[in-house]
């Protein structure tokens, strides 16, 4: 969040600029019955409010739902009108400010809205993204540089050289010599995906299914991460 104020002057010292992130995932509305269902709701997550109260019932934006029953192949058709209110938002829209502190000739403003990061698991992350996320391209922050072997015994596959991500002190790190690589930024695939288009790379191998429609947004290139994977537990997220 300091990043994205420091980089975009209209967020500083700002507390009516939102800062939103988007967060989404796939949940079966019958429960534990044996009948296959698969809806996909879209929450718009607020971080003008304190950390406790952003991912509360009350106070989390339902703005979107795509039904079932089966997962739909791509989600940027859904996306579109949602991704076309973030760019009116951050333009800049004529709101009022209805509180009761706010000086009364100061209550109409200009309400701009930047969109942080979407928020998913990994299948998640795939299906809004575009990245892969699974097979010998299943890391989509690595890119390139992700190390990887099959497990013909195991049948599946494994990955390999996490130590480099260790502090240069630890002792599971000891004799390792590699840095860490640079790390794919979504301008990054856009490139990528010029070059699927004229042939240099295929498809297949790229770790690129599509380009997301987030990648409209005229500020998605200054971010430092796009998008974050959380894993859930029965506890909460972490």
Known sequence: MHH??????????????LRIGIATDGFSPVG???????????????????PWLATKKGHMMLSLIIPGP??????????????????????????????????????????????????????????ISGLAVSGTRGCPTCGDHLQVQYSTSLRSTYYLGHEKYLPFDHHLRAGCTDQIPPYMTMID??????RIQAGEVPRVSSGLNRVSVLLELPYCDSFLIQHLGVRCTKKGMW
């Open 4 to 17: 994205v104020e420091a980089t975009h002057s209209r967020m500083q010292d700002n507390p009516r600029a």
């Open 189 to 194: 695939y856009c490139v990528l995906e010029a």
């Open 70 to 127: 089966k997962k739909p192949s791509t989600m940027d058709i859904y996306l579109e009108p949602l991704v076309e209110e973030l760019k009116l938002l951050w333009d800049g829209v004529r709101a009022y400010d209805a509180g009761a502190r706010c000086p009364r000739e100061d209550r109409w403003f200009t309400l701009h809205a930047i969109c942080m990061w979407t928020i998913h698991d990994s299948p998640g992350l795939g299906f």
């Open 32 to 50: 534990l019955s044996r009948k296959s269902y698969s809806i996909w709701p879209v929450m718009v997550i607020n971080y003008n409010i304190p």
